[in-house]
């Protein structure tokens, strides 16, 4: 296949609509995503987890001194990606922590259907993440690199902006 062949065969890239569509589809029917923290002097800590979502933020749990609460008490933000490279969903959030006993019920139980349940380990030893989504963007190829952000600031566009 010569370069003309391949750019003809790219696919046409989804509007806004569609893209915003797939973020909130598998936002809502999806478990697992990849967990990014910094913190100075450590550097990026990725960790695979599962999610769950409430509709406006995203829940997961970990170990209470693990490297990634220690990051997000050092710095209450994180990045998530859900999908794999030719079909992702960057997420920017705000991150904060909170005690397994002050999670809402449905929360903690729609939790415990996806990943081991903090609820049924000693008081202490795990903590909930809440991720409050800033930023999101989907793209599934070069060619949908444009137009790739369907939340700024926290809220859903209706318009394109890049």
Same mark, same amino acid.
């Given at each position: 296949?010569?370069?003309?062949?391949?750019?003809?065969?790219?696919?046409?890239?989804?509007?806004?609509?569609?893209?915003?569509?797939?973020?909130?589809?598998r936002?809502?029917?999806?478990?697992?995503?990849?967990?990014a923290?910094?913190?100075?002097?450590?550097?990026?800590?990725?960790?695979?987890?599962?999610?769950?979502?409430?509709?406006?933020?995203?829940?997961?749990?970990?170990? /209470?001194?693990?490297r990634? /609460?220690?990051?997000?008490?050092?710095?209450?933000?994180?990045?998530?990606?859900?999908?794999?490279?030719?079909?992702?969903?960057?997420?920017?959030?705000?991150?904060?922590?909170?005690?397994?006993?002050?999670?809402?019920?449905?929360?903690?139980?729609h939790?415990?259907?996806?990943?081991?349940?903090?609820?049924?380990?000693?008081?202490?030893?795990?903590?909930?993440l809440?991720?409050q989504?800033?930023?999101?963007?989907?793209?599934?190829?070069?060619?949908?690199?444009?137009?790739?952000?369907?939340?700024?600031?926290?809220?859903?566009?209706e318009?394109?902006?890049?």
């Amino acid at each position: 296949m010569n370069a003309d062949e391949e750019f003809a065969s790219t696919p046409v890239p989804r509007d806004l609509a569609e893209r915003r569509a797939h973020a909130r589809n598998r936002l809502e029917t999806g478990f697992q995503m990849w967990l990014a923290t910094g913190s100075d002097g450590h550097g990026a800590h990725l960790i695979p987890v599962a999610y769950v979502w409430d509709g406006s933020a995203l829940y997961t749990a970990t170990f /209470a001194k693990s490297r990634t /609460a220690v990051n997000i008490k050092a710095h209450p933000q994180a990045r998530v990606a859900l999908g794999d490279t030719a079909d992702v969903i960057m997420i920017d959030t705000s991150a904060s922590l909170a005690d397994v006993a002050d999670i809402d019920a449905d929360i903690a139980e729609h939790y415990a259907k996806v990943s081991t349940d903090p609820r049924t380990y000693p008081e202490g030893t795990f903590v909930y993440l809440r991720l409050q989504p800033r930023r999101v963007q989907v793209w599934n190829g070069l060619h949908e690199f444009v137009g790739r952000t369907v939340m700024r600031d926290g809220r859903w566009l209706e318009n394109p902006v890049d």
